[in-house]
Antibody, heavy 117, light 107 residues
Framework: QMQLQESGPGLVKPSQTLSLTCTVS??????????WSWIRQPAGKGLEWIGH???????NYNPSLKSRVTISLDRSKNQFSLKVSSVTAADTAMFYC?????????WGQGTMVTVSS | EIVLTQSPATLSLSPGERATLSCRAS??????LAWYQQKPGQAPRLLIY???NRATGIPARFSGSGSGTDFTLTISSLEPEDFAVYYC?????????FGQGSKLEIK
């Protein structure tokens, strides 16, 4: 069955750009009509949707982060990626990628990103 | 942005009891509401989508109801593995939003 796996640096310096990749296995990121989302969760807190990309490449971002976020798709690698620019300590969180159809039905295990100098 | 308010924040029950969790939306989300379960150190797991449809592999003791602004997740008879945090989430409007979570703890 389909699986998602996040990868990327666990530590990012303030003001730099956070970059994460979600690798999709067990299915094609291009063949189905799904959105592909990023969601984050600060330690001990709730879930925040960051944004998503459709199989066509169309994106939609949460206004709370919109000016700093870019989500892209790499069909050749069956991956989608997240970039968050100008990070601060407030961006420290567990980041999840998820398949987004009727709901977020498949999640990656998550990757912890800490923003610190 | 649609705000989802979950209640109670914490619910203390014993195994075998019935759990009822609520989610209220600041405006109608029709039936575009989902419920997730999250255990410590794990990613959330989808339980219910479209307000009342159980996701694949979810036991029948989990049920969802409601439409518009008021929704309920019911666990008919609690098993030890059901003690966790539960989130509701809407996809009616962008941005997709989550409730703040309800913690179901063992009494």
């Amino acid at each position: 069955q389909m699986q998602l796996q996040e990868s990327g640096p666990g530590l990012v310096k303030p003001s730099q750009t956070l970059s994460l990749t979600c690798t999709v296995s067990g299915g094609s990121i291009s063949n189905d009509s799904y959105y592909w989302s990023w969601i984050r969760q600060p330690a001990g807190k709730g879930l925040e949707w960051i944004g998503h990309i459709y199989t066509s490449g169309t994106t939609n971002y949460n206004p709370s982060l919109k000016s700093r976020v870019t989500i892209s798709l790499d069909r050749s690698k069956n991956q989608f990626s997240l970039k968050v620019s100008s990070v601060t300590a407030a961006d420290t969180a567990m980041f999840y990628c998820a398949r987004d159809g009727a709901a977020f039905d498949i999640w990656g295990q998550g990757t912890m990103v800490t923003v610190s100098s | 942005e649609i705000v989802l308010t979950q209640s109670p924040a914490t619910l203390s029950l014993s195994p075998g009891e019935r759990a009822t969790l609520s989610c209220r939306a600041s405006q109608s989300v029709s039936s575009y509401l989902a419920w997730y379960q999250q255990k410590p150190g794990q990613a959330p797991r989808l339980l219910i989508y479209h307000a009342s449809n159980r996701a694949t592999g979810i036991p029948a003791r989990f049920s969802g109801s409601g439409s518009g602004t008021d929704f309920t997740l019911t666990i008919s008879s609690l098993e030890p593995e059901d003690f966790a945090v539960y989130y509701c989430q809407q996809r009616s409007n962008s941005p997709r939003t989550f409730g703040q979570g309800s913690k179901l703890e063992i009494k």
